[in-house]
């Protein structure tokens, strides 16, 4: 099993529309929990942390964690054609802060007009 | 403030050459880490640096090395350069002050490296 797993895509969305990204952990004593925007050709952009069971909401985006299942998840809603880009979901390796965060594969999402 | 900086933006090498990466942490942060990020998968961890010392390694072989310097900045140190090796490296650093945060991690806009 993959440490970090995303949902399989490209996933594509009509503008307007609400975006589901989801990601599976396998460490269970992780802490922190990561989402990163990454446009074609550029550096991973982070958009959302969460570090505690339910909710967080940013804007358009909504980040849900439950630690139970170790699934982590965001939602963007309102999807705009901006929001077009891979999605990484990143979680730190064995639970410490010793800087080494695992990624996923990323989920490439695209928003149609 | 300015972000992470990477220098060079692109680069092109051949087999067997030797190439040197550059990063600037965010002002104020101590810790540095290295990643190597090929088409179409997530970035793979190479190194951790946290006040000059390496805190963490990745399953890179030894023709990759990295140091730190009394500044925070780094470098990263590719040797007998594969095809393989053909990627974006990204630097990020993070604040290591808090627990709560220390794991945020801040990305620099890479170094994108070709081999011939």
């Known amino acids: 099993q993959k440490e970090v797993e995303q949902n399989s895509g490209p996933l594509s969305v009509p503008e307007g529309a609400i975006a589901s990204l989801n990601c599976t952990y396998s460490?269970?004593?992780?802490?922190?929990f990561f989402w990163y925007r990454q446009y074609s050709g550029k550096s991973p952009e982070l958009i959302m942390s969460?570090?505690?069971?339910g909710d967080k909401e940013d804007g358009r985006f909504t980040a849900q964690l439950n630690k139970a299942s170790q699934y982590v998840s965001l939602l963007i809603r309102d999807s705009q054609p901006s929001d077009s880009a891979t999605y990484l979901c990143a979680v730190p390796s064995g639970g410490t802060s010793y800087g080494k965060l695992t990624f996923g594969q990323g989920t490439i999402l695209t928003v149609h007009p | 403030d300015a972000g992470v900086t990477q220098s060079p933006t692109h680069l092109i090498k051949t087999r067997g050459q030797q190439v040197t990466l550059r990063c600037s942490p965010i002002?104020?942060?101590?810790?540095v880490s290295w990643y190597q990020q090929v088409l179409g998968q997530g970035p793979q961890f190479i190194f951790q640096y946290y006040e000059k010392e390496e805190r963490g390694r990745g399953n890179f072989p030894d023709r990759f090395s990295a140091r730190q310097f009394p500044n925070y900045s780094s470098e990263l140190n590719v040797n007998a350069l594969l095809l393989g090796d053909s990627a974006l490296y990204l630097c990020?650093?993070?604040?290591?002050?808090?627990?709560?945060?220390?794991?945020?991690?801040?990305f620099g806009p890479g170094t994108r490296l070709t081999v011939l």
């Open positions: 990020a650093s993070s604040d290591l002050k808090t627990s709560r945060t220390a794991d945020t991690q801040y």
């Open positions: 002002s104020g942060h101590k810790s």
């Open positions: 460490d269970r004593v992780s802490q922190s």
């Open positions: 969460i570090y505690s069971n």
